[in-house]
T-cell receptor
Framework: KQEVTQIPAALSVPEGENLVLNCSFT??????LQWFRQDPGKGLTSLLL???SQREQTSGRLNASLDKSSGRSTLYIAASQPGDSATYLC????????????WGLGTSLAVNP | DTEVTQTPKHLVMGMTNKKSLKCEQH?????MYWYKQKAKKPPELMFV???????INESVPSRFSPECPNSSLLNLHLHALQPEDSALYLC???????????FGPGTRLLVL
């Protein structure tokens, strides 16, 4: 059974820092991995999707990497800003017929001005 | 346009009421989803529609009844809910079930 773990659970950093959020999964037979952002009480915003055949994806100040064999993904945020404060969720889609997302519990990020 | 809309934003209902949540997307997506999210937890999948047919029901109690009238609309009919059903209900859509999911802002439901 696939399990997704995110470390750390919470992170507080000063503005301008580069930071790394970690996601690990137990079953390497994945179809893709997605990173989402959620602001308090709001819906989720898709940040990056990495297909199982890819190693990384970039969007602006965000870079996500995938190492399927070791069951790890990292989300790198460059030059963090207070507007980056949110919960970041990692979700894995299995490679079988059941296209469900298996979610981590998220990392709550606070970027302080 | 990558927008998924949900109405209402907030809903308060008694345990004997019947209400419906509505979700709409005009991105031409053929997969639509209902999720339930409790505070400080990730979303829990409830239902998946693929090409307007129910493809996944995660053993959701029958007091929740989904409906997909057409490829742009998804409803969730609620009846005889319990206080523990209070949560944020999120709708999402994707091109097909393997692609990026786009989420709506959610309906905050309170069952009294």
């Amino acid at each position: 059974k696939q399990e997704v773990t995110q470390i750390p659970a919470a992170l507080s950093v000063p503005e301008g820092e580069n930071l790394v959020l970690n996601c690990s999964f137990t079953d390497s037979a994945i179809y893709n991995l997605q990173w989402f952002r959620q602001d308090p009480g709001k819906g989720l915003t898709s940040l990056l999707l990495i297909q199982s055949s890819q190693r990384e994806q970039t969007s602006g100040r965000l870079n996500a990497s995938l190492d399927k064999s070791s069951g790890r993904s990292t989300l790198y945020i460059a030059a963090s800003q207070p507007g980056d404060s949110a919960t970041y969720l990692c979700a894995v889609m299995g490679a079988g017929n059941n296209r469900k997302l298996i979610w981590g519990l998220g990392t709550s990020l606070a970027v302080n001005p | 346009d990558t927008e998924v809309t949900q109405t209402p934003k907030h809903l308060v209902m008694g345990m004997t009421n019947k209400k419906s949540l509505k979700c709409e997307q005009h991105m031409g997506h053929r997969a639509m989803y209902w999720y339930k999210q409790k505070a400080k937890k990730p979303p829990e999948l409830m239902f998946v529609y693929s090409y307007e047919k129910l493809s996944i029901n995660e053993s959701v109690p029958s007091r929740f009844s989904p409906e997909c009238p057409n490829s742009s609309l998804l409803n969730l009919h609620l009846h005889a809910l319990q206080p523990e059903d209070s949560a944020l209900y999120l709708c999402a859509s994707s091109q097909v079930t393997s692609e990026t999911q786009y989420f709506g802002p959610g309906t905050r439901l309170l069952v009294l």
